[in-house]
Each structure stands twice: as C-alpha cells, then as structure tokens.
C-alpha cells in the first residue's frame, strides 16, 4: 500500500479481554515503531523493531505488552489483560532507514477504548 | 530525564498573522529534532528533521530552526489550512531508538 495502515481504526473492549493490535509498514521499510497517545499527553514511545528483532522493550507500559513483527513486515500490538488505562491511541511508524533520526511515515492510529 | 516542552499549548490567530512556536529541550546527546503537524483523527505527518544547532529548514509558510537549547517553528501569513497540532520531538539514538515528543501546539487560524 502507499501508506502505514492500521487495524482496526476503533476497538471497544471489555476491560479484562485481550486485544490485538495490527501494523502494515510501507514495503521495503526495516524500521517499524509503535507509540501511545493518551488523551491531553504526548505520544509515548513503546517499542521498535529493526527487521524482525526489538532490541529494547523498556518502553513497554507493563508485562501485559508485547509485541511481534514477522517477515520483516507486518506487527502486532498484544495487549493483555486490558485496563482502563490501557485506553488510547496506538500509533504505528515505519521508516526506511534502520536507525532513526530520519523521518517517520505514521498510520492513522487505533483508537482502543477500556470500558 | 530527558524533557521536551512546547509553549504554547494553543494559539489562536488571524489569516495572515504570523507567529513562533517553541519547543525547549532537556537531552543528553541530541541527534535530531523532529517537526510533525497532526491534523484531528490522523497520524503525524513529518515536516522537517533538524542536526545540529543553527540549522534551518522551511517548507511553504514554515520555517524551523534550532539552538542548542530550543527550536522554533515559524509560521508566516498562516492560512486556515495550517490550523493543526504541531508536534516536536528528540531523537537521541541509541538503543531504544525512539522519539521523545513533547505535547504538541493546538494551533488555530481563523479566516
């Protein structure tokens, strides 16, 4: 596709389910990020991926995180477990360069609502 | 830690009145500072990559620039298309290798 896509764009959940979260980079990009945006914060970073492989996982929130990219292209955000907290916008970059400091192409988002 | 503050949370001005946002920094070793507009309900969209201190970059009514404290995003004679949240941020390599982003300006320009 042309651009980062995200799925779904809304998801309501029943606090306690697990979700999941998905990301489809632009093709041919090594660098895939995922970031959080909470209402009236700035975006938080969580995780990147430099191929198929996260090399730091410090910014995950909580042992409740995780995340997988395979075949150097698509990313799932799991989420287990989920709280009200857990409640945001999860945003998802990919670049073409495998370390930053280069622009970042972002999808539009996935709205995850706790109830 | 490492901070990025951006002044003013919001701004409200007429078409054609021109003005400066700030973002101020706290980092260790700064590699980039980033600009990205987020239009309501959308992802970020780049604007401009900023190295090193006394570098300048525009694009259209935008100009960036950046010290070795500070960066400012000019805007001049704004249209209504440029109302939008503007987003700083701060790459300082390394392993984690993501962004710090400040909380944005809600900018408005009314016609």
């Known amino acids: 596709g042309a651009g980062v896509s995200q799925s779904p764009s809304n998801k309501v959940t029943e606090k306690g389910k697990d979700v999941e979260l998905r990301c489809d980079p632009i093709?041919?990009?090594?660098?895939l990020y995922w970031y959080r945006q909470s209402l009236g914060q700035g975006l938080e970073f969580l995780i990147y991926f430099q191929g198929n492989s996260a090399p730091d996982k410090s910014g995950l929130p909580s042992d409740r995180f995780s995340a997988e990219r395979t075949g150097g292209s698509v990313s799932t955000l799991t989420i287990q477990r989920t709280q009200q907290e857990d409640s945001a916008v999860y945003l998802c970059a990919s670049s073409p360069r495998v370390r930053g400091g280069t622009e970042a192409f972002f999808g539009q988002g996935t709205r995850l609502t706790v109830v | 830690e490492d901070q990025v503050t951006q002044s003013p949370e919001a701004l409200r001005l007429q078409e054609g009145e021109s003005s400066s946002l700030n973002c101020s920094y706290t980092v260790s070793g700064l590699r980039g500072l980033f600009w990205y507009r987020q239009d309501p309900g959308k992802g970020p969209e780049f604007l401009f990559t900023?190295?090193?201190a006394g570098e300048e970059k525009e694009k259209e009514r935008l100009k960036a620039t950046l010290t070795k404290k500070e960066s400012f995003l000019h805007i001049t004679a704004p249209k209504p298309e440029d109302s939008a949240t503007y987003l700083c941020a701060v790459w300082k390599g390394g392993g984690a290798d993501g962004l710090t982003f400040g909380k944005g300006t809600h900018l408005i320009i009314q016609p």
């Open positions: 900023l190295y090193s």
């Open positions: 093709s041919g990009h090594t660098a």
